[in-house]
């Protein structure tokens, strides 16, 4: 039962040898903590027998409070808790800090089963986010088990998008796999997102995303039966691997081949595969292969004269980013995707859904900054003023807030042309605005970074702390503007579909 103290007494505690200090209404006995600090005993003894609420909000995020509870002693007798505590799947009050239909406006998408699923998976990867981080700081694999319980709540699948693969399944919120729509998943990636931990999101679920809809969409049903479950379980994992050293962008300059063996029933292939997302963990690749007349995609299992190496990124070595050499891999013709020298279809299919998760990510990364942007501006004092008292800072949060608002209602418009537009129709119309909204969401990643390192300081360059979220964003958003199409090609690409629909008889 907690213990009620008036600051009176609290002051009595003053010394190093007897040390409370008080945090909100909260009161800390820190004497055995003291030489245990990680910031030396000098802070704490200034505070000592003191409100101690300001200089620990200036200097620790509130996980911390919740870490160190054991230390908490009692409350403050007649006063009542001004700062409220994070308590797992909550929203956030903060402005902005969730996308409008969250913060009490009107919206013509979402209905009763998205705010449900919002509510029961952000219960959700709020218990497994320490884990997560924990997995990114160390650089490691995720662990089977980790996997194994998104699986479990069917979100490995989720991550895939609608379709007949999520039909009879009972998703979070109790949402039906029938009624599982684009909106839906994207609820699923800003949920994952908030674990702020992008190499180890890019090991989970990147390569998962890009790789999987190739079995889905061109495999055999053999195929179908055999893996994806092992998949969806988190049994499994599978990469994309299309890119090499010498071919990015340009798919048609890959020199990996398969040639077919003189019986025709497997061919061999050689070649290698560079900057491959989660190919260190993958048991299964999606490959993009040289056949005799044209490009082919293969499903290749990892076996013999499979191998691969971490690359070491400006993100967590946990993202499995891999070099990847096949070596006389023999591989059955069965395992082809798609007919033979028509990969370019495969390779082609899921671009415009690949881009379209990579949107959700860089929505979700600069609203959780610009949260924290808004959170620090408000306790961060600075020559006798708080940080937003500055006009300066506002007109950072106002820009950063714009950009990133019309960016995600440009998301949602595209979202719901997805929801209400036949495949054919989309890979008709859509390719070219996601190109452009990328595009513009990688820019704003870019402006959102500069605008909160310069509010955060020397903080927003500290991979631990206060500023670590900036840290990251301002560390990793580039993977954003490269990958899935460099903005240079997103800009090109967009116009040149805005071309190929121009009027011819439109003039001035």
């Known amino acids: 039962m907690s213990k009620f103290y008036t600051r009176e007494e609290v002051k009595r505690h003053s010394t190093e040898e007897d040390l409370w200090i008080i945090i909100d209404t909260s009161v800390y006995d820190m004497t055995d903590f003291i030489n245990f600090h990680p910031g030396g005993a000098f802070p ?28 908490k002693i009692g409350t403050i007798e007649g006063e009542k808790p001004q ?14 800090a969730e996308s409008s239909a969250w913060m009490g406006f009107k919206s013509p998408y979402f209905k009763e089963s998205h705010f449900k699923l919002r509510l029961a998976v952000r219960k959700i990867a709020d218990s497994l986010a320490a884990e997560a981080r924990e997995f990114e700081e160390q650089g490691t694999r995720p662990s089977d088990e980790f996997m194994q319980k998104l699986g479990k709540h069917g979100l490995l699948a989720a991550n895939i998008g609608p ?25 699923v990636h800003e949920e994952l997102g908030r674990w702020k931990v992008r190499g180890f999101d890019d090991g989970v679920i990147g390569g998962m995303v890009i790789s999987v809809p190739t079995i889905l969409n061109f495999g055999t049903p053999e195929m179908k039966q055999k893996i994806i479950p092992e998949l969806f379980a988190g ?38 595969k560079k900057w491959i997302t989660g190919g260190c963990w993958a048991d299964y690749f999606s490959v993009a292969v040289r056949t005799e007349k044209g490009i082919s995609m293969l499903l ?54 690949e881009r379209w998760v990579m949107l959700t990510g860089s929505s979700i990364a600069c609203r959780l900054v610009i949260e924290e942007c808004f959170k620090w501006a408000n306790q961060r004092k600075v020559f006798g003023k708080r940080l937003i008292d500055q006009p300066v800072i506002r007109n950072k949060l106002a ?42 969401a990688t820019r704003m990643m870019h402006d959102v970074s500069d605008d909160a390192c310069q509010i955060f300081g020397g903080r927003a360059i500290t991979k631990t702390g206060m500023g670590r979220t ?23 690409l967009g116009v040149r579909q805005a071309l190929k629909k121009f009027p011819e008889g439109a003039r001035l």
């Open 399 to 440: 820009k950063m807030i714009s950009s990133l608002e019309s960016v995600h209602a440009w998301i949602e418009h595209i979202t719901y042309q997805m929801c209400n537009m036949s495949y054919k129709e989309q890979s008709d119309k859509l390719a070219g605005p996601i190109a452009l909204c990328k595009y513009q």
């Open 470 to 492: 900036v840290e990251t964003l301002q560390r990793t958003y580039k993977f954003s503007a490269i990958l899935g199409g460099a903005e240079e090609i997103m800009a090109d």
């Open 235 to 272: 049994r499994k994992r599978m990469s994309l691997a299309i890119t090499e050293p010498f071919a990015g962008s340009d798919v048609a300059r890959i020199r990996t081949t398969a040639k077919r063996t003189a019986d025709g029933k497997h061919f061999i292939v050689n070649g290698v």
């Open 44 to 71: 704490i003894l200034e505070l000592a027998g003191k409100d101690a609420t300001d200089a620990f909000y200036g200097l620790h995020r509130q996980e911390v409070l919740v870490k160190y509870d054991k230390y």
């Open 83 to 96: 700062i409220d505590i994070y308590q797992s799947g909550d929203l956030s009050k903060v402005p902005y």
């Open 163 to 187: 379709g007949p693969w999520l039909h009879g399944m009972t998703l979070p919120g109790g949402v039906s796999g029938e009624e599982f729509d684009y909106f839906h998943e994207m609820i």
């Open 300 to 353: 290749i299992e990892r076996s013999e004269g499979v191998e691969t190496k971490l690359i070491k990124t400006s993100y967590s070595p946990s993202a499995g980013t891999a070099y990847v050499t096949f070596e006389n891999v023999l591989v059955p013709v069965e395992n082809l995707l798609g007919k033979e020298d028509h990969g370019f279809l495969v390779v082609l299919s899921n671009f415009n859904h």
